[in-house]
């Protein structure tokens, strides 16, 4: 019985884990940081190309910060590289396409109440 209720967890977990990922890729497909926004934990770490990194600031100000980055280099596409999960906590890599050139990006978000949140956003 226990090994049946861990399975039925990890499901859930993994289903969770796709659902997030599908939707934090498609935002950055598009560009979109509102939409990213949803997934950004209460407090974020934030860096972008040629900026001073940004710990513990709020999703709101993390919003703004994205969404004008965004709109200033035109995203084009996102091509998700790599994902791995541990104990928790997901990492995902990909080159972000813009109209003028390709940035790397990595994610880290971490499960809390059954979901995942974005705690850390780095942009070289």
Do not use: C, W
């Amino acid at each position: 019985m226990r090994n049946y209720l861990f399975l039925a967890f990890g499901v859930v977990v993994f289903s969770a884990f796709t659902f997030v990922n599908d939707d934090v890729i498609g935002a950055l497909k598009k560009g979109n940081a509102t939409e990213l926004a949803k997934h950004f934990d209460a407090l974020i770490d934030l860096k972008l190309p040629e900026k001073d990194e940004l710990k513990n600031i709020s999703s709101e100000q993390a919003e703004v910060v994205i969404s004008e980055f965004f709109r200033s280099v035109k995203v084009k596409d996102f091509e998700q590289t790599s994902k791995r999960e541990m104990s928790g906590t997901m990492y995902i890599t990909g080159k972000l396409q813009t109209q003028y050139k390709n940035y790397n990006v990595t994610l880290m978000l971490r499960q809390r109440n059954d979901r995942l949140y974005i705690i850390t956003m780095r942009i070289n």
